[in-house]
């Protein structure tokens, strides 16, 4: 049954009345509803018991927010009023955005999966592992690693225009960021915690599993460096399906290696390995150099990831785990994940998507890769499959990157696979010279 139902409208310090729909996302800090307004939803902070923290002052806090210098125009879910019986403010919020959250096969999802005894495709069929099947399964109706890369370099580029205005956002997690169910828009909410770095002090939240060593530790304050340690996290989990320091160390341990309800050590430092884990105590599960803590699941990170990003995970979770100043910055990492974007190509066979300068056929379902063609511009290039006519060129491949405006399109471009020919779309500027187009066979 809906935990909403039958609960009366809440109302905000303007006398507006909002009557819950559904839950949307629920974190330590607090639960979101949507509201029977599509572009409405309700942020009520939750205490450590997880009932409505009456304590909470939303009013100065919001007050804080409303004076930080926001670059214009960011998407991201800001205070509009505060509820006037209960702890909770009103925000805006596209009406058909979900958490990104809905790239984790969650166990609702999972049993609905299995409640309908679903026939696993041909390419799953002898997968062993049912489990894993479904997870891929999940994987491939929720865009697979094309719309996952286009999802994290959006969020990432919100984060570079938050950090490049001193603001630390603090609180990343698959509950805080959001993606258009229909469309490509990318929205942050949960704006409670958004400040100016600080040299000391201040509060730290941070969602279990994604928090920075040493803001765990309590050795030190969120700071940019620290967004840029939980967004990686999430980006490795959304892309990998597993925790970057989830490794055979902590779900293959020693028998005398602690527990669950292990007391902590002398230091502070806790028994419990998963906590060691979250905590930065135990090494990257694809470290370089210590493979003390290595994977025993998730994806190939050949197949979801190019170069460029197995280093930035590498410097983030590698030397950054004990040296935050050597991760790399959230323009970085919009900028190669965007770059891993263009460079992936959708499969027709099994709807999965896969990188397509290092596969000649599908390496999920080993289709033959079909026809595409390969838009070349001084910044970079695009491959575009042969099912597409008309196709918008981005500012990305013409001019420096821009958080901003790196989606948005430059140049219009009419496709004809049949005649091997590409030109402006009626209409729309002539292409600059240094823009090329070249047509690849598809793979017999």
């Known amino acids: ?20 729909a559904d839950e949307l996302a629920r974190g330590g800090q607090g639960v979101v509803f949507r509201t029977k307004d599509a572009d409405l939803a309700i942020k009520q902070p939750l205490n450590p018991q997880g009932e409505p923290d009456t304590s909470s002052d939303l009013l100065q806090r919001f007050k804080n927010i ?14 509009l009023a505060i509820l006037r019986d ?14 990104f ?29 049912r489990d894993l099947a479904l997870h891929l ?97 999430m980006a490795f989990k959304t892309l990998a399906l597993c925790h970057p320091f989830i490794g055979k160390a902590v779900l293959e341990p020693e028998e005398d290696d602690g527990g669950w309800d292990s007391e902590p050590d002398e230091d502070g430092q806790t028994a419990d390995l998963d906590e ?32 460029g990003l197995r280093r930035l995970f590498q410097e983030t979770f590698g030397a950054g785990r004990l040296q935050p ?17 263009d460079r992936s190509l959708h499969c027709n066979a099994c709807t999965m998507s896969y990188l397509f300068d290092e596969h000649n056929n599908c390496p999920y379902c080993d289709a033959p890769r079909a026809p595409f ?29 821009s958080f901003e405006h790196n989606e948005t399109q430059a140049y219009e471009v009419d496709l004809d696979f049949a005649a091997r020919t590409a030109r402006p779309v009626r209409g729309t500027p002539a292409f600059p010279d240094s823009l090329t187009f070249t047509f690849e066979a598809g793979v017999q």
Request: with cysteine; proline share 8%.
């Open 1 to 20: 049954m809906d935990k909403t139902e039958g609960t009366p409208p809440l109302c905000d310090e303007y006398g507006n009345h909002h009557t819950l």
């Open 66 to 79: 409303r004076l930080l210098p926001l670059p214009p125009r960011v998407p991201l879910s800001l205070p």
């Open 86 to 99: 209960q702890p909770g403010y009103v925000m805006r919020l596209l009406n058909d955005m979900t958490p």
């Open 101 to 129: 959250s809905v790239f984790d096969l969650d166990g609702k999802t999972k049993k609905v999966l299995e409640e309908q005894q679903l026939i696993l495709p041909e390419w799953l069929a002898k997968v062993p592992d």
């Open 137 to 233: 399964v999940h994987y491939a109706r929720t865009g697979s690693t094309r719309r996952r890369l286009f999802a994290l370099s959006e969020c990432a580029a919100i984060l570079a225009r938050l950090h490049c205005a001193g603001i630390v956002y603090g609180d990343i997690s698959s509950n805080n960021a959001f993606i258009g169910a229909q469309s490509n828009d990318v929205w942050l909410i949960d704006a409670d915690n958004l400040r100016f770095e600080l040299a000391s002090g201040g509060i730290s939240v941070y969602t279990p599993a994604y928090g920075a060593p040493e803001v765990v530790r309590g050795i030190d304050t969120a700071r940019p460096r620290s967004d840029c340690w939980a967004f990686a996290v």
């Open 276 to 307: 060691q884990a979250y905590a930065g105590y135990l090494p990257f599960i694809d470290d370089a150099k210590d493979d003390s803590n290595s994977g025993v699941g998730g994806l190939p990170r050949a197949l979801v990831t190019t170069h």
């Open 325 to 341: 100043h050597r991760r790399p910055t959230m323009a970085l990492w919009a900028m190669e994940l965007k770059k891993a974007f």
């Open 373 to 401: 063609a390969r838009a070349q511009a001084s910044r970079g290039e695009i491959v575009i499959p042969s099912t597409t006519r008309h196709f918008a060129l981005p500012h990305r491949l013409f001019h420096p990157f």
